[in-house]
Nanobody, 124 residues
């Protein structure tokens, strides 16, 4: 079992920024292919935000390109999500994910491990 621990969530006004972090358990670097972020609001399905694979290729949900940036610090096994120009509709629980190489990172099928989530609330 791989432990993923998210941090950095909180409340912010529209137009503001937040950076989420996800720390993976030591040793996971050697087996994972991809890590990413999903988000979910009550009553809705979990949706993909962004993913990055083990050679640094990134994938984003089309609606979030330009505002969100995913990055990773491989040596420290940490994944980041920089969120700028936040909107009230970005309010959600954000989950860190880790798993297998995939041709479709917009689907959660590639995910083998989930974090517990961190709440992001954007007020208007």
């Amino acid at each position: 079992q791989v432990q993923l621990v998210e941090s950095g969530g909180g409340s912010v006004q529209a137009g503001g920024s937040l950076r989420l972090s996800c720390a993976a358990a030591s040793g996971y670097t050697y087996t994972r292919c991809a890590m990413g972020w999903f988000r979910q609001t009550p009553g809705k399905e979990r949706e993909a935000v962004a993913a990055v694979d083990n050679i640094g290729r990134t994938n984003y949900a089309d609606s979030l390109k330009g505002r969100f940036t995913i990055s990773q610090h491989n040596a420290r096994n940490i994944l980041y999500l920089q969120m700028n120009s936040l909107k009230p509709e970005d309010t959600a629980m954000y989950y860190c994910a880790a798993g297998y190489c995939s041709g479709d990172y917009l689907s959660p099928a590639w995910v083998a491990y989930w974090g517990q989530g961190t709440q992001v609330t954007v007020s208007s």
